[in-house]
């Protein structure tokens, strides 16, 4: 348990030296959530006790944009090979792609709703610190951007404020227990 408690220490140190804002939680599960705001990019860092690694998110969904109709995007089953030839381009060896769908619940049909992009983050290893902390997030975002940005002028969807499509994985609540301060 102390290495896990020093880990999060590690993220924090990071956090503080790239000038990177960054709050934390426990939620219902016991999962840490360190909610970071970094490079204009929203991350959810996520891990359990017993994990050996962070798991860094990024998301970016249509839906998270107020007032955004999902019927102006595309019907998942319409646009599942184009995203899947995205994937194999974007896809490294440490960063994992999924499309996020948004079920329209007037017609029950499945749309494209964005990306969820996951790297890990070592930080129990001796050599993690603030700079790999950095080019970690950098390379999540500039992954994630690029198959927004793509899929959206792929499929010809236009949105004005495309800064409001960065979300969390998970949105702490004040209701979680904080898991540190």
Same mark, same amino acid.
């Given at each position: 348990?102390?290495?896990? !408690?020093?880990?999060i220490g590690r993220i924090a140190a990071c956090?503080?030296?790239v000038g990177a804002r960054?709050? +934390?939680f426990r939620n219902q599960h016991g999962q840490q959530?360190?909610?970071v705001n970094h490079r204009n +990019?929203?991350? /959810?860092l996520v891990t359990s006790p017993n994990d050996g690694y962070f798991r860094a998110i990024s998301i970016r969904k249509l839906s998270n944009i107020e007032d955004f109709d999902i019927t102006r995007s595309e019907p998942i089953v319409d646009? *599942? $090979? *184009?995203? /899947? !030839?995205?994937? !194999?381009?974007?896809? /490294?060896? $440490?960063?994992?792609i999924e499309y996020l769908t948004k079920t329209d619940e007037s017609t029950g049909v499945e749309y494209f709703d964005g990306y969820q992009t996951t790297k890990p983050l070592y930080v129990f290893e001796d +050599?993690? +610190?603030a700079k790999a902390f950095d080019e970690s997030l950098a390379e999540l975002d500039q992954i994630s951007r690029k198959a927004f940005n793509r899929t959206i002028q792929q499929l010809d969807i236009d949105i004005d404020r495309p800064e409001e499509t960065a979300g969390s994985? *998970?949105?702490p609540q004040e209701s979680y227990g904080r898991a540190f301060h």
């Open positions: 348990m102390r290495e896990y !408690d020093q880990a956090c503080s030296a960054f709050r +934390g959530l360190i909610e +990019g929203l991350f /959810t646009v *599942e $090979n *184009e995203l /899947t !030839d995205l994937f !194999d381009e974007l896809q /490294t060896a $440490n960063i994992r +050599g993690f +610190g994985e *998970e949105q």
